[in-house]
């Protein structure tokens, strides 16, 4: 048991230097996504879906798609930044694509669509959101 651990927290310390640069990026995503929270004009979206009667298909069809984007996106992001070992670069993609599956996959309705005006900016994330409003009306 106690090997066990002792394992761990090497291979721990070492996930954390290996890692450390590329995970910036997961780290700056996560700032513009608090920031992208507390903006008005994301407040202004979520209450236009929230509003507009299509929540759940909002939840069905658009959420792993923007989770499974988020992950592709920031997942080679960190691969690029892992430099040319194979090996490093598929952990530090794994490592984004975890983050994003912890994070962004069960967030609330406010954080996905805050990560989508993050991921997408803010014109293709409001179009996505106005597209299902008109498609619940029609």
Partial sequence: ????LQAFCVIRTQHEIV????????QEFRTELKEALADASVVTLIE???????????????WWTIVDDLKAHLGSQCANMAGD?????ESALVAAETWVEENI???????IVAAAVVHYGYS??????RELNSSVAA
């Fill in 1 to 4: 048991m106690n090997r066990n």
């Fill in 19 to 26: 890692f450390g640069d590329q995970l910036i990026l997961v």
């Fill in 48 to 62: 236009q879906l929230e509003s507009g009667g299509n929540v759940a298909q909002f939840d069905e069809d658009t």
């Fill in 85 to 89: 070992s194979r090996d490093e670069q």
């Fill in 105 to 111: 996959s069960n967030a609330t309705r406010a954080e």
């Fill in 124 to 129: 293709t994330a409001g179009t996505m959101i």
